[in-house]
């Protein structure tokens, strides 16, 4: 059913639109075309995610956490328990809390689940977080989400390290990260620890998605046998951080193997894609201290650095196909330049201070974009995943003009048919499935 | 009591619920009609049918781990099954008016993912979310997850109450009106509106904020199933709607009087909580014509395998060279797992269980795949549409039931002939719905709240609450005392 495609980065580039909220700039939903009161409404993404899939935009992802944005100082349940027991007056709002910002997120697997039947061939990328999650949930949902979108699910894989999330699970006390280590570049345990469970959940994940084998429903009214259990696995997954027996409750979805993303902002994180991701998102060019180790780098050295983490981590051996590296873009355009740059600064005199991103913020006209995102392919880059100032503005301009432009220079292919996998946008090949590998080479062995 | 129903009679009405068919023998997958278990155009095809016949809600069971038997994969039957949540998101996206009610574990997940998960979904079918809350204790589901089986059995029901004690703070802890969306006061939220819920309990321990604002019904119906005394309790305290497996008439009467008696003691009203049996039919133009139908579904649903495999459970163990055609094992049973996850562990039940099906197969003259026919195939609606359509009137006035949740037999159409044929001999009655009663100037759906005719749900119990009590509505102070 899928088409055939190659195991090598196609030429053309991947592009892509990360959603959140009313848009990335904090005033996003001051905007006048912005939609922000109906945000929680199934109609709002509705409206969203057809502009980009009309389009014939590569693939959308959809930003989530398991903690409230502008809510960081809430003590840990110890510290509000023990402030109780004092005596103290009960203090449970926020004294951080921003009124003036968008607050408050959906689940995002389950918005793109609700989108899935109401598109035909945009790849949807929930952020499905690992630290206090299930990997045996995360596995089965982004499998079921395969199924709803037949075949156009991927997985933005993203780790919790801070205070907040962890007071809103209570109990699991995980290492403590050092920000100031992870944005200066420096190994930190307490990380290494998180990226590691990460890891472990990913293969998880992975190896549950292979547990079926595509074949093993047999409905053999002879036998009564509905399954062949031979082809049904258990995974047995003993890893240093937990354990899971499987199989699967799913059976193998229709891409097999969902492509696992992330977003990386330092080689430690690379290495983590290396081993786990299909692909890559990067932030290039960027000289806020939001872009942590990336700060400064040049989208030829990001490429490099990316290239080294997979060299070292051995991860052609394992026959497994380069990581797409996709760089991060904020967005603002307009019809010129100017108005572009006058379109941001008013956002930011709504906000009250310029905007700061991990990502590099671009404000300029179509063309310019354009000429912008060509020079990073000519740097090794494979795509480009655009995040919108603000939605629906900057998401309509991306769809009308910019996808228009790219592809009159010939950098992004013409729209794709109805019912694409997300693999084939991402050029990954057909996912051989590990289970029935290992079957065939026994039989060799014994042969 | 009777309620006055929108037609103006004063017949008690009917709740139907559509039960996706389930990963057990009952589903037929050996028949041409079956289709695919797992394909999202089944499980769109099934709610469509329901949402046309206008049913209450569709009914998700959930999978933790692949049924085994003997210490392998189970073959015999369906298996594979898609995670509940996404699903429901799926089918919420191709419905419009219908209730959506998923079963999820409260053991094998945490308050605040579940609850905001809940939530979403809530406001993603604009109110029509349901949770089917179960408890589950044992190492052999436990081995797919990080904690693995940390919860001693007596404690389920425990972690259960804790759990959706937390739930509701959580879905409590944005204001209904803490969204603002004020553009020229620059204020999104109130954060004086959005509250930290501080929570300490045997299970949970937690200082916590929903990223979820207030969803469009508060609180997904909370449905349960247990049966025990404990599960009654939870019910009592927690549930709106019962998923019950007391289909025969007098002990669906007794039943019905058992659990709404209990609810005057959790200060509830008799109409805060709807009673659903499970319940399966076979349909024919005559009645002669519905027994053949059932006695084809039930052979379909019992293979020479499947009954085979059946006794192995309960005597917990490989029983080679056992006949289908044949008599029960002379042995007892013992405590071993044959098949995972389905069989009481405990000996002695089994033992006594396994001397009451000798009884029966001795009384009745059955083989041992006549035997397990007869146990397991058990169709409670068997006849004439008008027949069905009369006896599910009767329970419902009887107050043996307030409806049924039908579970068909085959994966997806199923249920399709029951749409067509019983459903408007039901409204002929004027004990079902014509109508979900959207709004006439809006369109908007109603919520499943409104759709089961049940009143605003109580706000969570003071127990465990460290320094903060939600802002509940007034109103729904007064309808949720109103018992």
Known sequence: MAPISNIEPSDRLVIGVALDGAGWHPAAWLDTESAAESLFTPDYWTHLIVIADEAGLDFATFEDALRLRSFGAFASPRDAHAASDAGDPPRTVDPDARADVVEGRLDALLTASLLAPRTRRIGLIPTVTTTYTEPFHVATALQTLDFVSQGRAGWQLRISADSATEANFGRQRLPRVEVANVIAGRPDAGLDELLDDAAESAEVARLLWDSWEDDAVIRDVSTGRFLDRSRVHRIDFEGSHFSVVGPSIVPRSPQGQIPVTLLSHSPRVHALAAVAADVVFVTPENDDAAAGASRGTSAADIVREVREAEASSGRAARGLAPLRIIADLVVALDDSGDLAIDRLSRLDALAGSPFSSDARIFAGSVPEAATLIERWQSDGIDGVRLRPVSVPTDLRLIADQLLPELRARGLVADPVPDGRFLRDAFALAPAANRFATRTTETEEVAA | ?483
Request: charged share 25%; proline share 6%; glycine share 8%.
């Open chain 2, 1 to 483: 009591m009777t309620i006055a129903t929108p037609h103006g009679s004063a017949r008690r009405q009917v709740h139907l619920v559509a039960h996706f068919p389930g990963v057990n023998s009952h589903t037929i997958w050996s028949a041409p009609e079956s289709g695919s278990q797992i394909d999202f155009s089944s499980f769109a095809h099934f709610a469509r049918t329901a949402e046309r016949g206008l049913f209450d809600y569709v009914f998700l069971a959930e999978g933790l781990r692949v049924r085994e038997h003997g210490g392998q994969i189970h073959d015999l039957d369906v298996a594979g099954r898609p995670a509940t949540l996404a699903i429901l998101a799926g089918m919420a996206s191709v419905t419009r008016n219908i209730g959506l009610v998923g079963t999820l574990s409260s053991t094998f997940n945490e308050p605040y993912e579940l609850a905001r998960q809940l939530a979403t979904l809530d406001h993603l079918s604009n109110g029509r979310a349901g949770w089917n809350v179960v408890t589950t204790s044992d190492a052999f589901h436990g081995a797919n997850f990080r904690r693995g089986a940390f919860l001693p059995y007596e404690e389920r029901y425990r972690r259960a109450e804790e759990f959706v004690t937390l739930a509701k703070r959580l879905w409590d802890s944005w204001d209904a009106d803490a969204i603002l969306a004020d553009r020229a006061g620059r204020r999104f939220a109130d954060p004086e509106r959005i509250h930290r819920v501080s929570h300490r309990g045997p299970q949970f321990d937690v200082a916590a904020t929903s990223t979820v604002p207030r969803s469009p019904q508060r609180y997904p119906v909370i449905v349960q199933a247990g049966d025990s005394p404990a599960g009654r309790d939870f019910a009592a305290a927690n549930a709106e709607v019962i998923f019950s497996r007391h289909t025969a008439f007098e002990e669906g009467q007794a039943f019905y009087r058992d659990v709404k008696g209990r609810l005057a003691g959790a200060g509830r009203g008799e109409d805060s909580l709807l009673i659903l049996p499970g319940a399966s039919f076979a349909l024919g133009d005559t009645e002669d014509e519905a027994r053949e139908r059932a006695r084809h579904i039930s052979l379909a649903q019992t293979s020479p395998q499947t009954a085979i495999a059946w006794v192995e459970a309960i005597w917990g163990q490989e029983l080679p060279g056992l006949d289908p055609d044949g008599a029960l094992p002379e042995i007892d049973p013992s405590d071993g797992d044959q098949r995972q996850g389905q069989v009481s562990t405990n000996v002695q039940n089994r033992v006594a269980r396994a001397a009451q099906l000798r009884e029966r197969a001795r009384t009745e003259g059955l083989t041992l795949r006549q035997l397990v026919a007869a146990e397991t195939a058990k169709i409670e609606f068997i006849g004439t549409p008008a027949a069905v359509a009369s006896e599910i009137d009767r329970y419902v006035q009887g107050r043996a039931a307030d409806g049924f949740v039908l579970v068909p037999h085959i994966t997806p159409t199923g249920l399709d002939e029951f749409v067509d044929r019983v459903v408007p001999l039901l409204q002929e009655r004027g004990v079902f719905r014509t109508s979900y009663g959207a709004d006439p100037e809006t369109g908007a759906n109603p919520t499943l709240r409104h759709t089961l005719g049940l009143p605003a749900p109580q706000g969570p119990s003071d127990a465990y609450a460290v320094d903060f009590q939600p802002d509940v509505p007034a109103d729904a102070h007064l309808e949720g005392a109103a018992a």
